[in-house]
């Protein structure tokens, strides 16, 4: 597990430290390949599984697919962003525990912004993925950030989102955050279908703003923009 994590955010790293002319052939190219490690990183489905909780037992599969593409876009959309807002950074890799097939990798993140040092402890929570097409591998679906729990952070939004406005709604607040980015990049928003009735008083946010430290190298803190 921890190998993975020292590996993929190391091949993150070189590309992000690239300076291609922006909106260039190399620059897509380079964007593309980040997206591509952190979707070998990142278990997108253990993620919404485990912060969608029972409602996820009651979806059907089409649904369950809807809303994990919907979500990965958001993450991949904004993972770039985040990254690249700060490069000043040192991480060093600590414990590393193992479980049958689920594992904890503890780091420390270092991040020099304006002459100031802030420092975080980021546990990876990680799962072996046994039978997806890619073989045996360790996956990411849960970042811990000084004791604050990304999955049960979301796992009370989507709920909050869900009492109020349904399944439907939380999925609706979500497409239509994605087809805001998607216009801005030109491209075709994606269909939200009925949108349903806004309660009284309106649900808070799926997401709180990432500490500076973790939306750096945790992978799963893009989520939290989305």
């Given at each position: ?9 190391s ?11 922006p ?6 190219r380079?964007?593309?390949e ?13 993620l919404?599984?485990?912060?969608l ?11 369950r ?17 985040q ?18 097939n ?29 039978s ?19 999955v ?12 109020g ?5 939380l ?6 955050k994605l087809?805001?980015e998607?216009?801005?990049d ?6 939200i279908g ?8 309106p649900?808070?946010?799926?997401a ?19």
């Amino acid at each position: 597990p921890k190998a993975t994590l020292q590996r993929l955010n190391s091949d993150v790293d070189k590309r992000l430290r690239a300076t291609p002319v922006p909106g260039s052939a190399e620059d897509t190219r380079l964007k593309n390949e980040v997206k591509e490690f952190a979707s070998e990183l990142l278990n997108y489905g253990e993620l919404c599984k485990r912060a969608l909780g029972e409602h996820w037992d009651k979806m059907p599969p089409a649904q369950r697919t809807d809303f994990v593409s919907t979500l990965k876009e958001l993450i991949e959309r904004n993972y770039v962003k985040q990254l690249k807002t700060n490069l000043d950074y040192q991480v060093t890799y600590g414990d590393e525990s193992i479980d049958g097939n689920e594992a904890r990798v503890t780091t420390t993140v270092k991040i020099a912004t304006k002459g100031k040092a802030t420092e975080a402890l980021i546990d990876y929570r990680m799962i072996k993925e046994t039978s997806g097409p890619k073989g045996e591998r360790w996956m990411v679906y849960d970042v811990i950030t000084d004791e604050l729990s990304l999955v049960r952070n979301y796992r009370t939004q989507f709920q909050r989102i869900i009492s109020g406005q349904g399944y439907d709604g939380l999925l609706a607040k979500m497409k239509t955050k994605l087809n805001e980015e998607r216009v801005k990049d030109g491209q075709k928003p994606v269909d939200i279908g009925s949108k349903p009735a806004e309660p009284a008083k309106p649900a808070a946010p799926p997401a709180a703003k990432p500490t500076k430290a973790s939306s750096r190298l945790a992978v799963l803190e893009s989520l939290r923009e989305a």
